[in-house]
Nanobody
Framework: QVQLAESGGGLVQPGGSLRLSCAASGIIFRFASMGWYRQAPGKQRELVASVTGSGFTNYADSVKGRFTISRDNAKSTVYLQMNSLKPEDTAVYYC?????WGQGTQVTVSS
């Protein structure tokens, strides 16, 4: 059974940083493509960043240069380092692999 557990969300001021973590179990992690998505109130869920098993990364235009996705295969964990956060980054952030989603973690950027 695939399970994804996100952590690291919270309240941060504009310009601040957060690092999200997603611990995976029930999969052969090193082969799995992993993605971070977000959903703001009243908006559709959107892809933020993804990383393949071979390490190829992809980012939404809105986060390029500010967010970095990475993975630690030894820990079966994918990370999302978020810098220079803006109020418009406020959303619930979800980890995904295949058709499996995590429960989400809230990120709020506000002064």
């Amino acid at each position: 059974q695939v399970q994804l557990a996100e952590s690291g969300g919270g309240l941060v001021q504009p310009g601040g940083s957060l690092r999200l973590s997603c611990a995976a179990s029930g999969i052969i992690f090193r082969f799995a493509s992993m993605g971070w998505y977000r959903q703001a109130p009243g908006k559709q869920r959107e892809l933020v960043a993804s990383v393949t098993g071979s390490g190829f990364t992809n980012y939404a235009d809105s986060v390029k240069g500010r967010f970095t996705i990475s993975r630690d295969n030894a820990k079966s964990t994918v990370y999302l380092q978020m810098n220079s956060l803006k109020p418009e980054d406020t959303a619930v952030y979800y980890c995904r692999t295949g058709e499996q989603w995590g429960q989400g973690t809230q990120v709020t950027v506000s002064s």
